[in-house]
């Protein structure tokens, strides 16, 4: 697949109007990516990234066609994994892949420790001296073919003495004297080797800032963000450099598609995290800090009218992960207008939709969504059509389409 022009988005129903004719012989519901967005967005997070390169975070994709076309954009560079298995099976081809989260999955890390290839092609996350130890008891320390570690370093923010904390609670390495500590209990351990250090800053990049979104906590969150960049900027650097005293790293990795541009501007970040930004779900409709184009939906067909101005689609409940609430739920696109029955939201087997754009609906006729995270979508189909110039020119299979589910 060559590049891809970027569709006519002149207005919303010209974009839908391609997306339908394109799909005329489909039968929903099914899922689409709109390669011209994808590629524009590739294009705006590396802008972004100001010539640091991007890892790509596969969670965010769940397809490997997709992954190789993101991969062969400039600027990316490498794989961010989520689970061991998967990146086992993603480091037969892909020769840089650092798992983001730490694994508990005994058979992979023996799977990993005797291939010479995905020990050089795969790192692992460790946070704990508990993580260490348990490698330890997995497998048999083998200096001569040490496994790649990565160091999770907690980027939240934490004020009043930790007694509040505003962040993902992930690593309890917060400070440098306590990175400096395991890197330390790293290098004292045979057939270990501290190779990088990661920090997801997601209540940077997680959030959504955009006033239309946070409304009455706008003030709130911008203010927040402000704070804990100049605190992040300051600790990162520290830990950054005490770990450098007692290890040869090679990266230090951060980031996360909302908060690009400011973690590029960090000296002491050496790569980026993104992917979700590729596709850029319906969340991302909230963020202030970054507004890529929409590239990835799917459609539902309508198999009921219960009453003037009301359709049900089938399906549809693919609700994301997170806190639940309405903003989870896929977000009804086009027709424009409609919106959910709050008895009853988005179903598993119905979903019905409420709104003037409902009366010119037919059994049949197609209702566009877009999921509000981005590679979940990909664990509802076997396949993604991809669209080009207003033609489909490809269909590819996702994870779940190739028989896998890494969750």
């Not at 990049?205 to 911008?222: E, I, N, S, T």
């Not at 059994?363 to 995270?373: D, F, N, P, Q, Y």
């Amino acid at each position: 697949m060559g590049p891809a022009t970027v569709p006519s988005l002149g207005s919303t129903e010209n974009l839908y109007a391609e997306l339908d004719h394109a799909t005329a012989n489909l039968q929903p519901p099914f899922a689409v990516v709109e390669l011209g967005a994808f590629d524009t967005n590739a294009a705006i997070l590396r802008r972004n990234a100001i010539g640091k390169p991007l890892r790509l975070a596969s969670k965010s994709l769940r397809c490997r066609a997709l992954m190789r076309r993101a991969l062969a954009q400039p600027g990316f560079s490498g794989v961010l994994a989520y689970t061991l298995p998967e990146a086992l099976w993603l480091a037969e081809e892909f020769d840089d892949v650092v798992v983001a989260y730490p694994t508990a999955n005994a058979d992979a890390v023996r799977q990993l420790a005797e291939n010479e290839d995905l020990a050089r092609r795969v790192t692992l996350m460790v946070d704990s001296v508990e993580h260490l130890d348990f490698l330890r008891q997995a497998v048999r320390p083998n200096p001569s073919r040490p496994l790649r570690l990565c160091l999770e370093l907690d980027v939240s923010l934490e004020l009043l003495g930790g007694r509040i904390h505003i962040g993902a609670y992930r690593s309890p390495v917060h400070t440098p004297d306590q990175a400096l500590a395991m890197a330390h209990e790293i290098d004292k351990r045979p057939g270990v080797h501290l190779v990088g250090i990661m920090g997801y800053e997601g209540q940077i990049a997680g959030v959504q800032d955009a006033f239309k979104a946070a409304a009455l906590r706008y003030p709130l969150v911008r203010l927040m963000q402000r704070v804990s960049k100049a605190e992040l900027a300051e600790r990162r650097a520290e830990a950054v450099a005490a770990v450098r005293s007692a290890a040869d790293i090679e990266f230090v990795n951060g980031g996360g598609t909302g908060s690009v541009s400011s973690t590029a501007a960090d000296p002491s970040v050496t790569e980026i995290a993104a992917g979700s930004g590729l596709y850029s779900p319906a969340l991302f409709d909230g963020y202030r800090s970054i507004r890529p184009l929409p590239a990835a939906f799917f459609a539902l067909p309508v198999v009921r009218r219960p009453r003037k101005g009301i359709v049900t689609a089938l399906g549809g409940g693919w609700a994301a992960s997170g806190v639940p609430g309405w903003d989870r739920l896929p977000k009804p696109t086009f027709p424009e207008g409609l919106s959910y029955a709050k008895t009853e939201g988005a179903g598993e087997v119905q979903t019905p939709l409420r709104g003037k754009a409902a009366n010119d609906l037919a059994l049949g006729s197609r209702v566009w969504m877009r999921h509000a995270k981005a590679g979940e979508l990909a664990e509802r189909v076997n396949t993604m059509q991809l669209i080009a110039g207003g033609e489909i020119v490809d269909e590819v299979p996702t994870y779940r389409g190739e028989g896998f589910a890494f969750a």
